[in-house]
């Protein structure tokens, strides 16, 4: 059912015009070992994204782009940008778009990109995900998660060695090596455990939950757009989700981005009137 979904899916995203695929249409949960129609393409980063989950074994699960109810989040949700279902731990990754340099460490509430834009700790956001998504599912696979941040290849990390230690249940990655460091984090814990700690079925149960619990209706995933932009720390006083030039609305992924990049100095603006100002 899921393969012909996507199969329906693909053929519909090819006639598609790039201002349709820009819009945050909440992705179908996916199996590991099917291809991805990049339905986000416009939004910076997502496409190699992408990519890493397919090289992904067959074996493992994952859903993308989930909106669930987090009654601890001041919107009251929380959005994970992508869930990894493997036999040896359940990764939550946050991805980032920021270029520039990453000042980090684990005791900091606050980063620093190249030195001035303020961003939250990314674990510390990853944290309250993994909370909301415990709540899900069963108290014996709670300790089963693995916190990743993504960060696309514009970027360099200034940030503690440790994030990059296979050991640690805290892992700060680029975008192209995600699916290596799922491959090398599982297989360090498999050598810790002889037998899995998900068995199909499991990963089954825990996908089923998440994919239940993910609210796909637009008007509150617009809802949840809305007030997250009032509590992000920017320079412009008016806290608007829309390019600059089209005043098309905008995610807040590509608003970050375009806020933490110097040449767009300080405005926003969507996939396409990047290039405009890139030129
Ligand atoms: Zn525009």
Known sequence: ??????????KENKKEDKSKTV???????????????????????EYKINIQLDQLPKEYYYLSDLLVKNPKAKSGYSQIDHVVLTPYGIFAIETKNYQGTIYGGKERKTWLVNGKFKMMNPFVQN?????????????K??????????????????VDLDY??????????????????????????????KEPLLTES????????????????PIAREDHNR????????????????CSVCNKPVSNKVKEYCLSNDKFKGNIYCYEHQK???K
């Not at 909440?26 to 393409?41: D, F, L």
């Not at 499991?202 to 209706?217: G, L, P, R």
């Open 127 to 139: 944290y309250g995900h993994i909370q909301a998504l415990k709540s899900f599912i069963d108290e």
């Open 1 to 10: 059912m899921l393969l012909f979904l996507n199969f329906f899916k693909k």
């Open 141 to 158: 696979y709670h300790d089963l998660f693995i916190s990743m941040v993504s960060f696309t290849k514009r970027c360099t990390f200034k």
């Open 276 to 278: 405009m100002v890139q």
């Open 23 to 45: 819009s945050r249409i909440p992705s179908k949960p996916k199996k590991a070992n099917q291809r991805v129609t990049a339905e986000r393409i416009g939004e910076l980063g």
């Open 164 to 193: 990059r230690k296979i050991a640690s249940n805290e892992l700060i990655v680029y975008d192209v090596e995600l699916s290596e460091f799922i491959h090398r984090k599982v297989s360090v814990l498999k050598i810790h455990h």
């Open 202 to 217: 499991d990963i089954i149960t825990i996908f089923n939950a998440f994919s239940t619990a993910n609210i796909t209706d």
């Open 227 to 242: 007030l997250l932009g009032t509590h992000v720390s920017v320079k412009k006083t008016d806290t608007s989700f829309s």
